[in-house]
């Protein structure tokens, strides 16, 4: 709503064009009429968003790439891998493997395994009730390795602790995660804290509401300035992705 009034009040004030910059993009999960009687919310954010007379949306690591077309306007969609891959550069990476949580995160996770030369394994996750999750099967060889999960959305934690849980099962040595907004909803703290994750790396999109000695927070405010400044010069954006082709 802040968002919303304050795009208004630009505009009332004869703004000559109007650039909303949303780090983490709320209701992005909900993206499609997955069952009947459900909202496809993410599509009725981007419609109210558009109604308050923005211009411009600047976002990062949406939950799926074609949310963009929700929009009738400019999508600047930033990748959090130029934050994150400069971090994983500085580390020993010769015996990780990396690993996506579900189905939906194989791509997001596959261009890390590319970038690094590594490794990727899948879990294949099963939710019966939004928010709980069922099941996970890994598929792929972890045995002695180091895994470093990749996801967009840390919410309750359910995902990565059960992922956790079978890839330790199957022999992973030790598992990380590498998270770019965190929800960390509920007893996420907790679910974190008592888990078998060794270190859960998550950007600031989400300004974090408690703390645990587990959790490294790499700030995203360097990346969205230069996207800032680079729209504002009419310059690329796609120069601030780390590699164009993963
Ligand atoms: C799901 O598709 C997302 O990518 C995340 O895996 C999910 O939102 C994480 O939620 P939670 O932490 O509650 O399991």
């Known amino acids: 709503m802040e968002l919303l009034l304050m795009i208004d009040s630009a505009k009332r004030a004869s703004a000559g064009y109007i650039t909303a910059v949303i780090p983490y993009f709320g209701y992005a999960r909900q993206d499609r009429k997955d069952k009947p009687r459900v909202p496809i919310s993410a599509k009725l954010v981007a419609n109210i968003l558009q109604a308050s007379g923005v211009n411009r949306i600047m976002t990062m690591d949406l939950h799926a790439e074609q949310i963009q077309g929700f929009f009738d306007i400019p999508v600047d969609h930033l990748k959090s891998e130029a934050i994150f891959i400069p971090y994983l550069a500085k580390q020993d990476l010769s015996n990780v493997t990396f690993a996506s949580p579900d189905v939906g995160g194989v791509k997001r996770a596959r261009s890390y395994a590319k970038y690094f030369e590594r490794d990727l394994v899948i879990c294949d ?73 060794t270190e859960v790396i998550v950007t600031d999109s989400i300004p974090l509401r408690g703390k645990s000695d587990k959790i490294v927070v790499l700030s995203c405010a360097k990346l969205f300035a230069r996207a800032i400044r680079n729209t504002h010069e009419y310059k690329s954006i796609a120069a601030l992705f780390v590699d164009k082709n993963i």
Do not use: P, W
Not at 128 to 147: C, S
Not at 150 to 164: E, F, Q
Not at 167 to 174: F, V
Not at 181 to 194: E, F, K
């Open 125 to 197: 996750k099963e939710r019966r009730v939004a928010n709980e999750v069922a099941a996970i099967t890994v598929i792929g060889d972890v045995a002695g390795k180091d895994v470093i999960l990749i996801d967009d959305i840390i919410d309750t934690a359910g995902t990565l602790c059960k992922a956790a849980d079978a890839l330790i099962e199957k022999g992973a040595k030790s598992v990380k995660a590498m998270l770019t907004h965190a929800v960390l909803s509920g007893n996420a703290y907790d679910n974190i804290n008592n888990s078998l994750i």
